[in-house]
């Protein structure tokens, strides 16, 4: 015990009065007996040397308190009457153990080696003396990894927090507290991170722990965070050759599907590795091979909840098959979904990115009348990225108070770049609409928030599809950061023909007097009004028990042109004129 209480000394840089305090309120601890109070504390110590600034050094801003090396209780007590307390860390230190403190082991995760980057510079940094470093990490997670890694090729442990654990009811400013006493009683420096989700002042808390401390993540460092400057590194995104490489180590499969999960989905190092895990988990609970759908749901599972909240998840069932539409619009679609997966090579190996403010993302507009299939195309595209879909709320954006819209906006944009999925904007004129002349206030802030969408958009690193109904309404500074226009055209009569047939679908019965030839040529429906009649006609038979009969069809298209304000003239419903219902 001698022996750790010299070295907690030295760790802490206590001096002999310093460590008579602590043994007199360390008694009590180790011996039993009533808890020591400041008094006796003081009387005690006072027989051994009188000080008149012992009551300085159990007080606030003393290494004994602040180092969490004893704890003052009952503070509603006059001073000298207050009960003084040493931690069960520090006793258990003292006696030879050193399993972390309850409180703080949630948070603590164990050092792994980097999957990606150098650590030889930070390390030599560290090296130098640097006490306090930044790590901007574009990984996720790696550059926890990393600064351990750093640490130990410097010769030194390092104690590794995991902030992302820290809840909402805990205390950051106390793990803080523990965590700076935690690595100087082990002799460590402290890695922590990611720092973005922590208010400023707790930040400041962390950047000040210990002479050597290592923060990392996502976002830039504020300044506000230290007074002191600390060194800064960054650690970028790994390329798609990278992540197929990651991909290749953990998984072992094909390279074809290795190489379209790579440029899909832009994962860290440790996203992929869990990814990885939750693929052979599908595969092997379903005895077969792993292959490129097990890598997809391994990669989807991996998107956190918090854009839920702002945007309705789809996970697409549509295929290929599903869209009725002519060749140039189907064939841009495809143009569309190959963009995405061979943006990064296109822009990072081949050197094609413009600007550095520029962002990675793909932006499209589906433009057309409702009911032609943008939706649809939408889910298409998620589904052949292997992708989830998230349709924007506008009424979860949309605030009638000036600036609120903007801040909705970004909170939707950062977490869709922190998931991978495509962002559905429908009815995207009403976000993206032109600006206008300038009468009064009202206008002026429209504008800007217009202004402030067409540079976040710029900056977006995702991918986005917007739908409008509007196309000339939305302003025309968009054209420029859109990557694709796919216009939605209404369906002729062959195309009315196929949708007729596939929404009545191949499992409901079919009366022999179904005459849809007739209806693809005479009704001028979208597709979605196509789809609204086959339910409703669907529906008709089945209450009756029975086939789908044209009178269904009839009167569900007589249905129909009602909502759309369309009158059943005798020339288009032709023969079946006497099946419209009244």
Known sequence: MKQRLAQLAETFGLDDKDVDLLRAVLAPELEGG?????????????????????RARLWWGSTLVDGGLILVEQTKLPFLERTLRVPDRVVMHVLGHDAPDPALAPFLVAARPPRVGDPTALAAAIAAGAALCHLRDGTGSEGRALAAEAFRLAGIDALVIDLARVARDDDPGAIASLAAREARLRGAAIVAGPVDALAAEHVRRFARLARRTVLHGSTPWDSAWSDEPPYLLELPRPGVRARAALWQAEVGTADTDVAEAAAVFRLGPEQIARAGAAARLRATVEQRALDSDDLRSGARALNGAALERLARRIEP???????????DPLGALVELVETVRQRERVLDEWGLRRTGSEGRGIKALFAGDSGTGKTLAAEVVAGAL?????????ATVVDKYIGETEKNLDRVFREAEAVNGVLFFDEADALFGKRSEISDARDRYANIEVAYLLQRMESFDGVAILA?????????????????????????????????DRCLGALAPRAGDLDLEFCAHAFELSGGNIRNCAILAAS??????????????????RREYRKLGRICHQSEFGPYHDLVRT
Not at 386 to 394: N, V
């Open 34 to 54: 009533e808890r020591a109070t400041i008094g006796s504390t003081i009387e005690r110590t006072r027989g051994k040397r009188d000080d008149a600034g012992l």
């Open 317 to 327: 069932r549509a295929g290929w098959d599903d869209l009725v539409l002519p060749a």
């Open 386 to 394: 292997g992708l989830d879909l998230y349709a924007i709320d506008l």
């Open 468 to 500: 409008s109904n509007l196309k000339a309404n939305l302003d025309e500074a968009f054209a420029r950061r859109l990557d694709a226009v796919i216009d939605f055209p209404l369906p002729d009569d062959e195309s009315r023909l196929q949708l007729w």
């Open 540 to 557: 008709l038979a089945s209450a009756r028990d029975g086939a789908i009969e044209m009178a269904d069809v009839i009167h569900a298209v």
